[in-house]
């Protein structure tokens, strides 16, 4: 575009306007800068994720990190078409995946085929990657739960059947955890099933809810790292190691990086009126839960790589890891242009 400047000159009194087309007739004008690039928010996850990974498995020696969803950054084009991105993978210990083949249009409902043919090959590649695949889906209707186990084993995943879209209960079928074992499970390549129970209230108390789960026989316990307000003790998570049968499990922490939640510690009441730059609206869909700037600093200094950091907390309770929620933020701001 050319620049159009007008100039005002004073002669015999009056005012003479000019306007003279900047460029046209200039042989030394300088060309407009290039456009900025858009922001990279598949990347910008990446190195969170990767930051992330780092400092918390310097804290603590075989920490595991574990991301759900946003399987695309495990390639480095974000397309099934870019090699696998090796230092994203060398940075977690799995992939957890929800609704692979119930549950994404509704609970108990068949997930479409055209969402399963999308993410399927990214967990091939990962497992092929030698990554462990953790795949929740949402079903109660017993051949539909059977149907989402055999289907999961045929590829190879760990799977999980949620009998509750608000992962507030422990299921009734099957009555024993899918391939139940009593071995003791001290790495993921030993988990042959899990238990993903975040919502304690059906529980009771702190203790209820230890005792229900210390009467599983799941491999792998993934669960919030608060009990209500209060965290969880390294004697909690001790007691929540030891399986019904006697054998070991690994617990590993629920944690979202995508979504700020209005009911955690770090929350401020006056954000609402008066957010800070990271903080974005509430997801619609989640009362509670606000989207977030997640490359922003202020934002990742809440999350890990302080003493007052939510992963610090996890890691001062003794969780065997930490289960990365809201991986695919990254769809969120793509789409809204940002």
Not at 62 to 73: A, E, K, T, W
Request: proline share 5%; hydrophobic share 35%; net charge negative.
């Amino acid at each position: 575009m050319k620049k159009i400047k007008k100039i005002q000159y004073f002669r015999g009194g009056k005012i003479l306007s000019f306007v003279f087309l900047l460029g046209l007739f200039s042989c030394s004008d300088e060309p407009e800068p290039p456009a900025q690039p858009a922001r990279d928010y598949k990347k910008a996850m990446r190195s969170f994720v990767e930051d992330l990974s780092v400092w918390a498995k310097t804290q603590q020696s075989g920490f595991l990190v574990i991301p759900q969803n946003g399987v695309q950054l495990t390639t480095t084009t974000g397309t099934i078409k870019g090699g696998p991105d090796l230092t994203y993978l060398g940075a977690i210990d799995a992939v957890a995946q929800e609704d692979l083949y119930y549950g994404y249009d509704d609970f108990d409902v068949k997930s479409p085929l055209s969402f399963q043919s999308e993410i399927g090959p990214f967990l091939d590649q990962a497992h092929y990657n030698e990554k462990v695949v953790l795949v929740t889906n949402y079903c109660s209707t017993p051949h539909y739960v059977d149907d989402a186990y055999q289907r999961c084993d045929g590829k190879g995943y760990v799977s999980f059947a949620a009998s509750s879209r608000n992962l507030n209960e422990i299921p009734s079928y099957p009555d024993v955890p899918w391939h139940v074992n009593d071995a003791e499970v001290t790495s993921l390549d030993s988990v042959k099933n899990f238990l993903y129970l975040l919502d304690h209230e059906s529980f009771g108390t702190k203790q209820q809810f230890i005792n229900a789960v210390a009467a599983t026989d799941y491999d792998l316990l993934i669960t919030d790292a608060f009990y209500g307000e209060n965290a969880f003790t390294p004697a909690d998570v001790e007691a929540m190691r030891v399986k019904a049968n006697g054998g070991k499990r690994l617990v590993v922490a629920y944690m979202s990086i995508g979504e700020a939640e209005d009911y955690r510690y770090y929350w401020k009441d006056d954000w609402v009126k008066d957010p800070p730059s990271w903080l974005e609206d509430e997801n619609p869909e989640w009362e509670g839960n606000y989207k977030v700037k997640y490359w922003e600093q202020a934002w990742q200094d809440i999350i890990f790589g302080n003493d007052n950091s939510y992963l610090q907390k996890i890691l001062d309770a003794g969780f065997d890891g930490v289960y990365l929620d809201i991986i695919d933020a990254f769809e969120f701001f793509e789409e809204q242009g940002e």
